[in-house]
T-cell receptor, first 113, second 112 residues
Framework: GIQVEQSPPDLILQEGANSTLRCNFS?????LQWFHQNPWGQLINLFY???GTKQNGRLSATTVATERYSLLYISSSQTTDSGVYFC???????????????FGKGTHLIIQP | DAGITQSPRHKVTETGTPVTLRCHQT?????MYWYRQDPGHGLRLIHY???????DKGEVSDGYSVSRSKTEDFLLTLESATSSQTSVYFC???????????FGQGTRLTVV
């Protein structure tokens, strides 16, 4: 199956700092999404971004599908940004079903006040 | 927020007993998924459904079965729970192929 690698695995920053999280994948994909898992375990969909660039407030994401990577940018970090960030991809759709997203192992981000 | 409810939220059960987890959605989305989350593994797909009575296996389906008799409900059953099935289980829904996925709040299952 498709492999998804995220880096760095852990990141500790001070409030106000900027960060870049990377997601590499081993095959061409039709679908790429970024999620934030907060300290209470809830998974929040941040971006649906199979290609191109999107921005949502202090967060932005870029996917370069031809080079098989995506980047998540967090600017002016706040303590509420802490948690685990997951990249998830989907290669294609077989038969009548969508095969489901394959997740990386995540980047654990800690923002210190 | 997507209308997804997982029940129970927490469960402790004994090895060898059957367990059923429920995912209920109010969004009328076609696709539903069960994932498990374990330290060091991220989220892994167990089973998914692309319509009523239409299901298929995911990456880690051994020891699990699913059923979907109504659009809004997707059940995950552990026929005979084992300690290796101790995990946090997440349900997800999608409107269509390739669409954004939305997750329930998870069920923490402990098999003792």
């Amino acid at each position: 199956g498709i492999q998804v690698e995220q880096s760095p695995p852990d990141l500790i920053l001070q409030e106000g700092a900027n960060s870049t999280l990377r997601c590499n994948f081993s095959d061409s994909v039709n679908n790429l999404q970024w999620f934030h898992q907060n300290p209470w375990g809830q998974l929040i969909n941040l971006f649906y971004i199979p290609s191109g660039t999107k921005q949502n407030g202090r967060l932005s994401a870029t996917t370069v599908a031809t080079e098989r990577y995506s980047l998540l940018y967090i600017s002016s970090s706040q303590t509420t940004d802490s948690g685990v960030y997951f990249c998830a991809v989907e290669r294609g759709y077989s038969g009548g079903g969508a095969d489901g997203l394959t997740f990386g192992k995540g980047t654990h981000l800690i923002i210190q006040p | 927020d997507a209308g997804i409810t997982q029940s129970p939220r927490h469960k402790v059960t004994e090895t060898g007993t059957p367990v059923t987890l429920r995912c209920h959605q109010t969004e009328n989305h076609r696709y539903m998924y069960w994932y498990r989350q374990d330290p060091g593994h991220g989220l892994r797909l167990i089973h998914y459904s692309y319509g009523v009575k239409d299901t298929d296996k995911g990456e880690v389906s051994d020891g699990y079965s699913v059923s979907r008799s109504k659009t809004e409900d997707f059940l995950l059953t552990l026929e005979s729970a084992t300690s290796s099935q101790t995990s946090v289980y997440f349900c997800a829904i999608r409107l269509d192929q390739g669409a954004r996925a939305f997750f329930g709040q998870g069920t923490r299952l402990t098999v003792v």
